[in-house]
């Protein structure tokens, strides 16, 4: 039997959110069995300065030379965020998604920061590249999040949804009988990302903190209705999406549009409409009994209260909390994601889900630098 047992690792996560690196250290426990079990060492968010932000935008909008220079000076960035974090303890392994700056579904992928520097400062070998083999596989190569969502409640005695609310919101399902096959999983479409772009746009600041625009601000029908006739909503899994969609270009035509209307009402539409196409993704497309169904949230979205109040007053269940209840730091989720990915790469273990990426088999995902 192939397996891993304590294994130490080092999880860098970063999100659609573009806000920063989440750093995790984790004992790993994953056998060919897929019996898991993990704890967390240490973990910290490191906001990202200024600079750094303006280059994530630049890869964004920049051709090939652009986002070559951005991948160098981004990989020299992880490393000295990392060495800081790590300080000197000792991890078998580094996994590091990076930050993704294009993604078509079943066809591309593409992430930056580069790892030869994680490989050169910390001499432990490091895995990235985790959509690509997927996609070969005849997947859409995202969303990551099912394989962890299955690992950690294959064995509730419910069916559970989890959702994850950053940059971008995506859902899972693991049906009560956790049968690997019958696990869903999708992006449902924004979660902070036109939230945050409304207030960098209208305010320079990063985040609606604490909700404080939206609390005041009233809902816009005919913005809501534009927005919701947005075509990945309506879309049938499998399928992802990025803020190549929802992220500053959808932001600045609908403000541009709307130019009446107040930032407050604006960003409280925002709120709306990503509540509501949350909703609508997990009404129409997930299969389960409402009386037997848990709702767990993570990610970044979970510290806006009035997107949270939105969610539970959209949703139909009763039963919805978030990973916080379970004792999972609903920030740290996506790097524990990443560790367990890479113990799956050196133990050989696949780590896609068919059921939820269309892939036609299950493939041992991601590229190691030794």
């Known amino acids: 039997m192939n397996k ?13 959110s573009m806000d920063g690196l989440d750093c995790g250290i984790f004992e790993i426990f994953l ?44 990989g020299k960035e992880y490393s000295s965020i990392t060495e800081k974090f790590i300080r000197g ?27 030869k520097y994680l490989r050169e400062s910390n001499k432990v070998p490091v895995i990235s590249n985790f959509r690509q083999a997927d996609i070969k596989a005849n997947g859409n190569g995202a969303p990551l999040m099912p394989f962890l969502d299955w690992l950690l409640f294959q064995k509730n005695d419910n069916d559970t949804i989890t959702l994850n609310l950053g940059g971008v919101a995506n859902i899972t399902y693991i049906p009560k009988s956790g049968i690997r096959g019958e696990v869903l999983g999708f992006d449902t479409g924004p979660g902070m990302a036109l939230i945050d772009e ?73 709120c709306v409409f990503t509540a ?27 510290h806006h209260p009035v997107l949270m109040e939105e969610i539970l007053s959209w949703s139909i269940l009763s039963n919805i909390t978030t990973s916080n209840d379970i004792g999972i730091n609903p920030d740290m989720k996506e790097s524990l994601l990443m560790a367990v990915l890479g113990v799956a790469k050196i133990a050989n273990i696949p780590a896609n889900m068919p059921s939820v990426t269309g892939a036609k088999e299950m493939v041992v995902l991601g590229d190691i630098l030794n």
Request: proline share 2%.
């Open 4 to 16: 891993i047992r304590n294994m130490r690792v080092l999880g860098l996560m970063s999100g659609t």
């Open 31 to 74: 056998n060919s069995d897929y019996v898991f079990s993990w704890e967390c060492i240490d973990f910290n968010s490191i906001s990202y300065s200024e600079d750094i932000r303006h280059l994530i935008s630049m890869a964004l909008d920049g051709n090939l030379d652009c986002i070559r220079d951005v991948d160098k000076k981004m």
């Open 89 to 115: 303890r000792k991890v078998d392994i580094i996994a590091s998604h990076g930050q993704t700056i294009a993604h078509v579904d079943g066809v591309s992928t593409l992430q930056i920061g580069d790892v």
């Open 198 to 270: 409304a207030c960098k746009l209208y305010f320079g600041e990063r985040m609606d903190k604490d909700g404080i625009h939206a609390k005041i601000g009233k809902v816009t029908d005919e913005v809501l209705m534009e927005l919701s006739t947005h075509k990945f909503v309506q879309k049938t899994p499998p399928k992802s999406t990025g803020r190549h969609e929802f992220g500053r270009g959808l932001a600045e035509r609908i403000i541009s549009k709307y130019s009446e209307i107040s930032p407050e009402d604006m960003i409280k539409t925002f």
């Open 276 to 302: 509501n196409s949350i909703a609508d993704n997990i009404n129409k497309y997930l299969n389960f009994t409402t009386s037997d169904c848990h709702l767990i949230i993570s990610g970044g979205g979970v």
